[in-house]
């Protein structure tokens, strides 16, 4: 048994001390997860011992710990003088004799299973790393494409002397570990072919929100670095654990990322200068960048391995341990392979009650955009870096702007308020740090150090969804902290209204009893952007209109009705995984006509209409040949979303229904469309509703009553006109009788009810009556089910209503 190599298939996740949360972890997968069909290539481990060997053989360890007394690692400065100098200690030693003769021994047994052309991965794996409140991502180097003797013993020396990079030394203070008492082992492992392929990173859980109901992944084309330093905006997929563990296979939600280049291989020879790189980055063609980097089965692929290995930790662990991983698609053999996992480090900690929501109160010009990283808001003064030549001019609390982040700026990153690169996913080192330090990031801003002024005052926020924005100025803002084990939980059920899917993860935390509405507008105008009847019917289009869509569909082979499907289905999807198995109602498409219009190609299919409001909307629409085979995309898209992706807990919903017969029509298409099984509510929002609401719930299974619609047409008032807005009012004594009998109207028709309005968030004293009729749900806007979950229970105590 050798004290400094051990391979894989010595090694278990007890083994850290000796060869590092990598090594350990890569043994652990190798030995228990293989047989269960997840793979993982070959390699081994030169251990710590080897570590503690070279340093003692070199006669290193007092002069690196006399270079650490008194070091101050604040000093950016001093960092950068010990580091430099630690290295170059390091670099100028010698592999010890046996240990050089142990390393290559093991060598030429890889190439002997692998062929004699076999390239290695060859990568640091520190004693520390990979803790629960630690993962040193990116903290030290990692060499591709390794080949010949020589170069292989020169990345080994340059992998242990990257446990004194600038980054690792001031992460190490930072997390409270001593340097000199952090070793490094090395992997040196097949290298798995993905510069032909393809790889990336992904998480057993939304590394934003920690909502552990998701699979996380992104991938770009070539080896994975550029995905982990955050140098491109890769592919970025989600699969629903719950759904998928009941046997549906489908992708939750996808976005189509940038990747701009392609790392791949250098040609290097064995005698080649062992200091040039031995990978480089290309231009991604432009076909490979409109496509997706890896098919749908590799996505589910890839999530089946990340949930068998999530399981595997929990139970190793002995609790639940959401994961970090980076996976490669080798391009010769077409296969996938897991290259690491560890714990994931953030949200892992939380406290599952406790949350805190940041929520802007101002708003203002919005500057750049990107993808949040956290749900924080920061702000501060802009500092634009380049490089950590500049590093003396940032102060405590401005907010860093640069192209990039790597891992090499956390002794700035830990200064500032808030972080905005130019590039970069959500699963970049960069990324990583930043959640790990607390601090609201938004990667991917493109053109930030362009639009951004130094020295100007920025607020950057990223608890709006995915979508991170800094505003002009200082705009103030609130954090609510919540402990919703200490909230009551009233009779009446509270649900809340979303249509943005990009709050879907977020709101998932809230205490709710489900959505009493989620709005699939928003997904059409903001995933979709083309008019339903444009994508049926492209020939009716003006070329530039049907080069959009094609553009569009691309990803999809140009299917515009596949495209157009999956989106909505997949977007509708991502608004019920927030509150599976509760329930979900969706509302069919409600758009206006000259909503309708504003979509691309719609100027072709919409009328021009005085008062939209009263005009070509909800129900109408449906049955009517100017739309019904949009109506059959968006019935097909449901069928995709409950049947094949297996959200059960989608309920529909029908808006605007004017009269029976068109409430009959309309369900008689849904039956035709594939609908017939799947539960149909009604929004009871016009007067007729209620004076019919018996022969409409003879169709119906049940009503959510819509208020704002309800009260202008039983008041007789225009909502969207300023000079009659004081007419406007819910609490009036008409639009209460007409609530209290739709109410009783779907009770005497033992059939579901509620209400999905404003009222009873602006007004207790609505919340108190629809109690007081005993209403059975009522859905609110987000920032408002804390305070009337806390009202609604006030009220029902008094009142004596279990």
């Not at 850290?16 to 993982?40: D, F, Q």
């Not at 003088?81 to 290559?104: F, H, Q, Y």
């Not at 589910?300 to 994961?323: C, F, R």
């Not at 072709?604 to 009263?614: A, K, Q």
Request: hydrophobic share 40%; glycine share 8%.
């Amino acid at each position: 048994m050798s004290a400094y190599i051990k391979w894989f298939r010595e090694l278990g996740i007890k083994d850290v001390s000796e060869v590092g949360g990598k090594n350990a972890s890569l043994g652990e997968m190798y030995n228990a997860l293989t047989p269960m069909g997840v793979n993982v290539p070959n390699g081994f481990a030169v251990t710590a011992t080897a570590y503690r060997a070279y340093l003692k053989f070199n006669n290193l360890q007092k002069s690196l710990e006399e270079l650490f007394k008194n070091f101050d690692p604040n000093d950016i400065n001093e960092l950068k003088r010990v580091g430099k100098t630690a290295r170059g200690m390091i670099m100028k030693g010698k592999v010890p004799d046996d240990l050089r003769e142990e390393i290559l021994e093991n060598y030429s047994l890889l190439k002997k299973e692998y062929g004699d052309d076999v390239s290695l991965a060859v990568r640091s794996s520190a004693t520390a790393e990979d803790s629960p409140t630690a993962s040193f991502a990116g903290q030290n180097e990692t060499y591709l494409n390794i080949k010949g003797d020589e170069n292989l013993l020169w990345a080994y020396k340059m992998c242990i002397a990257s446990n004194f990079t600038d980054r690792s030394i001031s992460y190490k203070y930072t997390h409270g570990f001593d340097p000199m008492k952090v070793y490094l082992s090395v992997v040196m492992m097949k290298m798995v072919r993905s510069d032909m392929g393809s790889s990336g990173v992904m998480f057993s859980i939304d590394t934003e929100t920690g909502f552990r109901d998701v699979v996380f992944i992104n991938a770009a084309w070539g080896l994975g670095e550029n995905v982990v330093q955050g140098t491109i905006d890769p592919d970025a997929f989600y699969v629903h654990k719950p759904t998928f563990k009941k046997g549906f296979r489908a992708v939750l939600k996808r976005k189509l990322g940038a990747k701009e280049k392609t790392m791949i291989f250098s040609e290097t020879l064995e005698t080649a200068n062992l200091a040039q790189q031995f990978t480089k980055n290309i231009k991604t063609p432009i076909d490979k960048r409109m496509r997706f980097s890896v098919s749908d089965e590799e996505i589910l692929q890839l999530a089946d391995w990340a949930m068998k290995i999530e399981e595997h930790y929990s139970e190793v662990n002995g609790h639940y341990t959401p994961m970090d991983m980076e996976w490669a698609k080798d391009g010769l053999d077409g296969k996938l392979y897991m290259v690491q996992a560890r714990p994931e480090t953030v949200h892992s900690q939380e406290k599952l009650t406790q949350f805190e929501i940041y929520k802007l109160l101002q708003k203002g010009t919005i500057l750049v955009t990107g993808n949040a990283v956290g749900e924080k808001i920061g702000a501060g003064r802009v500092k634009i870096m380049f490089s950590m030549a500049e590093a003396d001019k940032f102060e405590e609390g401005d907010v860093l702007v640069a192209p990039t982040t790597s891992p090499d700026w956390e002794p700035v990153m830990k200064k500032a308020s808030a972080i905005v690169t130019e590039t970069g996913g959500r699963t970049c080192h960069a990324a990583i740090v930043s959640r790990e330090l607390g601090k609201p990031a938004i990667v991917g801003a493109k053109s930030a150090t362009k639009i951004l002024k130094e020295n100007q005052s920025v607020t950057v926020s990223c608890a709006e969804g995915e979508v991170g924005k800094v505003y002009d100025g200082i705009l103030k803002y609130e954090v609510e902290k919540v402990d919703i084990s200490t909230l009551p939980k009233p009779k009446t059920k509270i649900m809340m209204n979303l249509g943005n899917l990009e709050l879907a993860f977020s709101l998932s935390k809230l205490p709710v009893d489900g959505i009493g509405l989620a709005r699939m507008e928003f997904i059409i105008n903001n995933y979709i952007k083309a008019h339903p009847m444009a994508i049926k019917h492209p020939e009716i289009l003006s070329e530039t209109e049907r080069a959009m869509i094609y553009e569009l569909a691309f990803p999809f082979d140009g299917d515009g009705e596949d495209f157009f499907i999956k989106t909505l289905s997949e977007g509708v999807a991502t608004i019920a995984s927030a509150v599976y198995p509760k329930k979900c109602i969706v509302r069919m498409s409600d758009f206006k006509s000259n909503e309708y219009a504003n979509l691309l190609g719609g100027r072709h299919f919409e009328p021009r209409e005085d008062n939209p409001m009263l005009g070509f909307r909800g129900a109408a629409r449906y049955t009517h040949p100017r739309y019904t085979e949009g109506f059959e995309l968006e019935c097909k898209a449901m069928k995709r979303a409950i049947e094949e992706m297996g959200f059960d807990n989608i309920h529909l919903m029908i808006p605007f229904c004017r009269r029976v017969d068109e409430a009959r029509r309309v369900k008689e298409a849904m039956i035709k469309h594939g609908l017939g099984d799947v539960p149909v509510y009604m929004m009871c929002e016009i007067p007729n509703n209620v004076i019919l609401i018996d022969e409409f719930l003879k169709i119906y299974d049940g009503i959510s009553i819509g208020t704002n619609d309800l009260t202008q047409l039983t008041l007789g008032v225009d909502r969207d006109s300023d000079i009659v807005a004081f007419d406007y009012d819910e609490r009036d004594e008409g639009v209460k009788k007409m609530v209290k009998w739709a109410i009783e109207g779907a009770k005497r028709n033992k059939k579901y009810n509620g209400l999905c309005g404003q009222a009873p968030s602006d007004y207790p004293e609505f919340a108190e009556f629809l109690v007081k009729i005993g209403i059975e749900s009522m859905s609110l806007n987000p920032d408002s089910v804390l305070k009337v979950i806390r009202d609604i229970a006030g009220m029902e105590s008094e009142k004596g209503i279990e």
